[in-house]
């Protein structure tokens, strides 16, 4: 069974600049959520994908904006880019849209 | 406001020294309780999850337990593997799998 995967492991952007990660949901999973933890914080949830379509966001500005495709795999993009967003941005997937959630290994993501 | 209140922030423990993690939490309505293990730069790996008062789990030296108002995550006889930050949090509900998360407690096991 495969674990869920993101790339890259590490990015470093500029200011204003637009950003896609990207997650591959563990096998048979079909929900992808993601997050963002700031240093030395929890995670913070940006949004969830269920089959395809949003289904729930947290206080994140629409310049964060997502996909999933058929496969399940789902797409973060963040558009102007800010200092503060540097984080570790966390993919989880669950088999449902209130299933257990299992985390990916995280994109290190760095805005100078 | 939904709220996850971890505490202590850090701790320290001898090998073998047995201790409790907290977890407090205010919600609306619990639909889940979660603890995950995080090691540095690495995503969180899931543990346990509680749904009900009195609810208990158990992971070889990890029990976690669950009351209307708080989760406590005893460690006995711990290891320097144990060594990471542990992160609680809840799902309130609604058809989404929004978890909020506690800041999380950064545990090191000295031998």
């Known amino acids: 069974e495969t674990g869920v995967t993101q790339s890259p492991t590490h990015l470093i952007k500029t200011r204003g600049q637009q950003v896609t990660l990207r997650c591959s949901s563990q096998?048979?999973?079909?929900?992808v959520s993601w997050y963002q933890q700031a240093l030395g914080q929890g995670p913070q949830f940006i949004f969830q994908y269920y089959r395809e379509e949003e289904n729930g966001r947290g206080n994140f500005p629409p310049r964060f904006s997502g996909l999933q495709f058929p496969n399940y795999s789902s797409e973060l993009n963040v558009n102007a880019l800010e200092l503060d967003d540097s984080a570790l941005y966390l993919c989880a997937s669950s088999s449902d849209r209130v299933g257990e959630q299992y985390f990916g290994p995280g994109t290190r993501l760095t805005v100078t | 406001e939904d709220q996850v209140t971890q505490s202590p922030e850090a701790l320290r423990l001898q090998e073998g020294e047995s201790s409790s993690l907290n977890c407090s939490y205010t919600?609306?309505?619990?639909?889940?309780l979660f603890w995950y293990r995080q090691d540095p730069g690495k995503g969180p790996e899931f543990l346990f999850t509680?749904?009900?008062a009195g609810e208990e789990k158990e992971k070889e030296r990890l029990k976690a337990t669950l009351t209307k108002k708080e989760s406590f995550l005893h460690i006995t006889a711990p290891k320097p593997e144990d060594s990471a930050t542990y992160l609680c949090?809840?799902?309130?509900?609604?058809?989404?799998?929004?978890?909020?998360f506690g800041t999380g407690t950064l545990l090191a096991v000295q031998p």
């Open positions: 096998s048979g999973h079909n929900t």
């Open positions: 509680l749904y009900s």
């Open positions: 919600v609306s309505g619990l639909r889940g």
């Open positions: 949090a809840v799902r309130t509900g609604g058809a989404t799998n929004k978890l909020i």
